[in-house]
């Protein structure tokens, strides 16, 4: 480096001024309205004026007591869950058969990935017509094998529409998941897996005592995202269920939609979406503490 | 024995991610006396064409619905997203990898977790900045909210990119006499070219997914994308033309699905970036 030090070779202010229009964007239009969304919760404003009062709790008083509401976060939990529980088993199952070679193996991944590239709006009309009263063929298919005897109304029962919605959502999610834990499974030093074959492990073994632990923080992180994308996720339920039968399986996102947009109480639709802060807390702290083992790791190596 | 239980396993996880598509695809050509049999009459498969196939759904999507109005509207976001977030999401990964320093890494950690921050909390403030901009029910609402959601990706993105790119060429330009700001303007993006593809496509697909933004700010029907027409436009009333809604979803997947065939691994690079480093 020489010793001039004009403008066009401070480090410090190109990349500032490089920075600055990223930051702006991000603390006007996320961090502002961030704090925007908890401060409209504490308030009476509406979508049709401009002015607004001050309520303090009285929203979430009156969402707490709300039946409806706490429904909704019920289902908002029981959704998540099962999604991901769903989402574990069937990537890390489907991980094991896409990391072996076999015929029509292109097919299959390009096939696989389909759910997760297709909009979610439009990926949950079709399911909205599979599932459909009178002419689903989920019904037809276990009516015709002899499986089913009397009639689904997939969307028209509440715990049945939940289950679709865990469906649904678990579709769209597991390839996702899948990709990632083959990404993190190429990553396996190979010497290690060598040695516990030539131990006498099997293939039980190796994955649960070998793989599984190894491929930890990787899941972590596809699990965390699924988190995001289902506690989080307006379209499937709204398009699906529409929060529906009898407001039974609204969830938290549909909920505050249905509130604060359709109903014009911006005040409760905001405390309604506040609740989804836990969620989302939750998986930043776990990312954070996984991303710092992971450097943690890679430092020892 | 084993490979008649992984073929199974494969071809059983490829149905369940398959089926919705299998059921787009036969939907959109099925004579609407063969799609509309109840499912309790045993004797008609479902599965298969029962008459010869039809036209006639993507006639009525092409030609009676604002099918082709809503994909150019999108095509039009798209671009202008597109433009703003190379714009900005570009030079900020390039601070955050080359000129940041030690922050660098820290502050782009801060930027990616506000991708974590969901639309479905944010709609109710956007819902009050758009109508105080007067821009309900415009497309450049849109515009101006979409980056919100690329951005803070698209900086991580490229800043992981660039990590993975050598220091050497650009060291060697500033020995060979350049300033620090011409190796950026003149050196760099050649460099990075690979990565602002990536930002490209990753937007492109962003604004394509998006529903609930555009479902929260657009109400006429000629100013809807198509993630939001097609389900709640297309069904009129209580009337679903499963045909047309089916042949307009099949059309929008396909080119989606193969730009995600082709760019599934740079994203996934950036997903696991944090958890597989090192």
Not at chain 1, 291 to 300: L, M, S
Not at chain 2, 22 to 39: E, S
Not at chain 2, 196 to 214: G, M, P, R
Request: proline residues 5%; hydrophobic residues 60%.
């Amino acid at each position: 480096m020489t010793s001039r030090r004009t403008l066009a070779d401070r480090e410090d202010v190109l990349g500032g001024v490089m920075l600055a229009p990223a930051l702006a964007y991000v603390v006007l239009l996320v961090g502002v309205p961030f704090f925007l969304a908890i401060a409209l919760s504490f308030s009476n404003a509406t979508a049709g004026s401009l002015s607004f009062q001050w309520t303090g709790l009285g929203n979430y008083a009156a969402i707490l007591r709300d039946p409806i509401f706490l429904r909704a976060l019920r289902n908002s939990v029981v959704v998540t869950v099962g999604t991901q529980v769903l989402v574990i088993i069937l990537a890390t199952a489907a991980a094991q058969v896409f990391r072996a070679t076999f015929r029509g193996k292109r097919v299959a991944r390009f096939v696989m990935l389909l759910p997760w590239a297709v909009p979610v709006s439009l990926a949950a009309i079709a399911w909205t017509w599979i599932f459909d009263s009178t002419f689903s063929v989920i019904n037809w298919t276990l009516k015709a094998t002899g499986l089913l005897h009397g009639w689904l109304y997939w969307l028209g029962d509440p715990a049945l529409a939940l289950l679709a919605i865990i469906i649904v959502q678990a579709w769209r999610i597991f390839p996702f998941a899948t990709v990632i834990v083959l990404a993190s499974l190429s990553s396996i030093p190979q010497e290690i897996l060598e040695a516990a074959i030539v131990d006498g492990a099997g293939f039980w073994r190796r994955l649960f005592q070998i793989e599984l632990p190894l491929l930890l923080p990787v899941v972590a992180v596809a699990v965390l995202f699924g988190v995001v994308y289902t506690a989080t996720d307006l379209g499937v339920v709204y398009i699906l269920t529409g929060g529906g039968p009898a407001n039974t399986t609204h969830v938290l996102p549909t909920l505050a939609f249905q509130r604060g947009i359709l109903g014009a109480d911006l005040g409760q639709g905001a405390a309604i979406a506040v609740f989804l802060l836990p969620f989302l807390i939750v998986v930043a702290i776990a990312m954070l503490r996984v991303a710092r083992r992971a450097e943690v790791g890679g430092a020892a190596r | 024995m084993k490979r008649v239980a992984l073929y199974a396993a494969a071809l059983g996880f490829t149905l369940f991610a398959g089926f919705p598509f299998y059921w787009m695809l036969i939907t959109t050509f099925k004579q609407n006396r063969d799609l509309y049999v109840g499912a309790s009459d045993l004797s008609h498969i479902p599965w298969i064409f029962n008459d010869p196939p039809t036209l006639e759904h993507v006639k009525l999507l092409f030609g009676q619905t604002d099918f082709l109005r809503w994909v150019l509207n999108t095509l039009l976001v798209v671009a202008a997203v597109v433009v703003i977030t190379v714009a900005v999401a570009v030079p900020a990964g390039y601070s955050l990898a080359r000129l940041a320093g030690r922050w660098g890494e820290r502050l782009g950690m801060g930027i990616f977790f506000t991708y974590l921050i969901p639309p479905t909390l944010l709609f109710v403030p956007f819902a009050r900045l758009v109508s105080v901009l007067g821009l309900q029910d415009s497309l450049a609402s849109l515009i101006l909210i979409y980056p919100t959601m690329t951005i803070p990706f698209c900086t991580w993105l490229v800043m992981g990119f660039l990590r993975s790119v050598p220091w050497e060429i650009e060291e060697q330009a500033m020995i060979d006499g350049y300033s620090r700001l011409a190796v950026i303007v003149k050196v760099a993006p050649r460099l990075i070219v690979p990565g602002i593809l990536t930002v490209i496509v990753f937007s492109f697909t962003l604004v394509l997914q998006e529903f609930v933004y555009a479902l929260t700010f657009i109400s006429s029907v000629d100013k809807m994308t198509v993630s939001l027409g097609v389900p709640i436009a297309l069904v009129r009333g209580d009337v679903y033309h499963w045909g047309a809604l089916m042949a307009a979803a099949l059309f929008t997947s396909i080119p989606l699905a193969i730009v995600y065939n082709v760019f599934i691994d740079r994203f996934i690079q950036g997903f696991t970036m944090g958890a597989v480093k090192g």
